[in-house]
């Protein structure tokens, strides 16, 4: 638990999610010589309930057992598939081809199925990151149609120009969501883990140099998260290991033919 979430769940006038009220639970009573944590537990979710609005009269609902109130109000780990995708040289883009992204980005998103309320998504003034469920789709089908909606709307847009360079990476982790109103609670390896790979010498080796116009967008894919049924059959991809990084990367190739 951060210092700021322990501070806000004391001060805020917002109800503190059942997950982090059960860590403080379990911390608070080891305070206290001969307290019954389980027992604690079991009565502080009553009122949790209840200040909660889960019963309709306002009183408590009957005392849940603690594997019930485990299952039910714990965060719980989840997998999620982060995309991001980038301008290269964000410091020569102009104001427009930054607002095109976010839009490129959001026709991506309905492509795939997602509403805007159904994505985590982290916009910056070079491009953007979302981060999806994992479980409703295939990942690698979901990875793949997104790149292929930035491809499109890359060419449509530029299709008398040379384009920006735009790149897109995608990853695979796992993060922890609230029980209660599933919220993302903490990220433990999809959003920082993507945002540790981008910003590696190592990784922006890997980048394919600028090709000729109607080029598609450079990607990057970690691990197994590609497959080949899934993503464009007229690009060509090329396997990178990467023994410092501990991971393996499937790089996109222009291809021309």
Partial sequence: ???????????????????????????????????????????????????????????????????????????????????????????????????????????ALEDVGYGPEEALRIDRSAGSTVALDAERESPSLTAATFLAALDHELRTMFAFEDPPELRFMAHQGIARFDGSDGSVVEDDGGLAELEAYWTKQEVLEMWPSPGPRERPVSAIVCGSLYQERHFAVLSTWKVVPSQQLQQTFWVREPSFE
Avoid at 5 to 29: H, K, V
Avoid at 31 to 46: A, F, G, N, Q, Y
Avoid at 58 to 78: C, H, I, N, V, W
């Fill in 1 to 107: 638990m951060s210092r700021s979430r322990i501070y806000d769940a004391f001060t805020s006038r917002r109800l503190p999610s059942w997950g982090l009220l059960q860590l403080l639970t379990e911390e608070l009573t080891k305070t206290i010589p001969r307290s019954d944590p389980v027992r604690e537990e079991v009565k502080l979710h009553t009122l949790w309930l209840a200040a909660s609005g889960h019963d309709a009269q306002g009183r408590p609902k009957a005392e849940p057992q603690l594997e019930e109130a485990l299952t039910s109000f714990s965060p719980y780990s989840a997998r999620i598939l982060v995309i991001r995708a980038e301008w290269a040289e964000p410091a020569w883009v102009d104001t427009a081809s930054r607002r095109r992204l976010r839009a490129y980005v959001t026709k």
